[in-house]
């Protein structure tokens, strides 16, 4: 059974983890851009490159506070695999990538507007469409495939850092209530 042994607080721990963990997930998404970037052709725009960079950033930092929150939800290690690899999976799957959001029946429709991939990935499609077009296709055209007319990539971001809050915000709510009792004197 966990101990704590009172070296520091709940609030301490979250906040040096984040201190931490958030500038390697940024390296992380520095790699993965640069790698990525000449590899599907995107257009040499730094603006268009820097969107891109911190969307992706954005994107592994919400899915590590995700994966945190269930460590600490889901007793067992093993289970807590299970559990987040299943809920992940359902999510990457209704994010409007495999099945577009016209094609999701409309009982599991509401999946589609909580699944993190679905705000990680409008927005990079928007900006890496934003100032080219591919195979004779106009953006708009592939856009319109996707049914993101008219959608911003700021709100995607937004709801993004809006939920790395709100999973950041439970872990730290779930270690205070889970381990407060179990401290030694």
Same mark, same amino acid.
């Given at each position: ?86 809920? =992940? ?39 890496? =469409? ?56």
């Amino acid at each position: 059974m966990y101990q704590c042994r009172g070296a520091y607080r709940a609030i301490s721990y979250v906040i040096a983890g984040t201190l931490v963990i958030f500038p390697f997930m940024f390296v992380l998404a520095l790699l993965f851009t640069c790698i990525s970037w000449f590899l599907v052709n995107l257009p040499a725009d730094a603006s268009v490159y820097l969107f891109d960079l911190f969307a992706t950033w954005v994107m592994i930092c919400n899915a590590f506070c995700f994966a945190q929150f269930i460590s600490v939800v889901v007793p067992d290690p093993m289970a807590g695999q299970v559990a987040g690899s299943g809920i =992940l999976s359902v999510m990457f799957l209704t994010s409007g990538f495999f099945i577009t959001k016209n094609n999701i029946p409309k009982w599991w429709l509401w999946l589609y507007y909580i699944s993190i991939f679905h705000y990680g990935f409008n927005p990079l499609l928007i900006n890496g =469409l934003s100032k080219t077009s591919y195979d004779g296709m106009d953006s708009q055209d592939i856009l319109e495939q996707y049914d993101m007319n008219g959608e911003s990539k700021w709100f995607g971001v937004g709801i993004l850092l809006c939920m790395m809050c709100f999973f950041r915000w439970r872990f730290y709510e779930t270690l205070v209530n889970n381990f407060s009792g179990q401290r030694t004197q």
